[in-house]
T-cell receptor, first 119, second 110 residues
Framework: EPEVTQTPSHQVTQMGQEVILRCVPI?????FYWYRQILGQKVEFLVS????????KSEIFDDQFSVERPDGSNFTLKIRSTKLEDSAMYFC?????????????????FGPGTRLTVL | QKEVEQNSGPLSVPEGAIASLNCTYS??????FFWYRQYSGKSPELIMS????GDKEDGRFTAQLNKASQYVSLLIRDSQPSDSATYLC??????????FGTGTSLTVIP
């Protein structure tokens, strides 16, 4: 069964450094998403991506963050100048599509996540 | 204002019983609703989606949606110890933003 994959599973970095988190969405999916989950808190939407551009982003997704689809399979999240409070699980998800009125195409499937630890 | 609200629990049910999980939301324009299961330290796993008022059944799971009351629920029949997890209610608004609730912790007691 197709699945979303993410690398690395765990990333440790020093405060102020840049990190790139990688995701391979399900191959026939067109929409890609990044979420974060701080330990003990809820899953928070960061950004959605379609057709090589950002579709929607949350207030969390500021200039510190960027996303890219560098090739036909990978989808990346770059976090610049990491801060202690960026420590969290970061999940990538993908969906076949998106229908405003609601559809099974909207179903999002999550990868296993990358645990980011900022020291 | 919280977009999605869930009772954090914990909810405990005996094995074989029905577990009932509830969720309310604030954005009346939301059209897509989802239930995810999350085991500790793992990623959310999709259980069901629902878009129309009424019930939707899939195996032991039934999702219920009432848009007028802005209410979504999930029933788990014949609960098993392996169902013990945190259940996340999520919605997608008309702007393709996704909001999760804080989750309800369910424990199924053998």
């Amino acid at each position: 069964e197709p699945e979303v994959t993410q690398t690395p599973s765990h990333q440790v970095t020093q405060m102020g450094q840049e990190v790139i988190l990688r995701c391979v969405p399900i191959s026939n999916h067109l929409y890609f998403y990044w979420y974060r989950q701080i330990l003990g808190q809820k899953v928070e939407f960061l950004v959605s991506f379609y057709n090589n551009e950002i579709s929607e982003k949350s207030e969390i997704f500021d200039d510190q963050f960027s996303v890219e689809r560098p090739d036909g399979s990978n989808f990346t999240l770059k976090i610049r100048s990491t801060k202690l409070e960026d420590s969290a699980m970061y999940f990538c998800a993908s969906s076949e599509g998106w229908a405003r009125e609601g559809s099974s195409y909207n179903e999002q499937f999550f990868g296993p996540g990358t645990r980011l630890t900022v020291l | 204002q919280k977009e999605v609200e869930q009772n954090s629990g914990p909810l405990s049910v005996p094995e074989g019983a029905i577990a009932s999980l509830n969720c309310t939301y604030s954005d009346r324009g939301s059209q897509s609703f989802f239930w995810y299961r999350q085991y500790s330290g793992k990623s959310p796993e999709l259980i069901m989606s629902i878009y129309s008022n009424g019930d939707k059944e899939d195996g032991r799971f039934t999702a219920q949606l009432n848009k007028a009351s802005q209410y979504v629920s999930l029933l788990i029949r014949d609960s098993q110890p392996s169902d013990s997890a945190t259940y996340l209610c999520a919605l997608q608004n008309t702007g393709n933003q996704f909001y999760f609730g804080t989750g309800t912790s369910l424990t199924v007691i053998p």
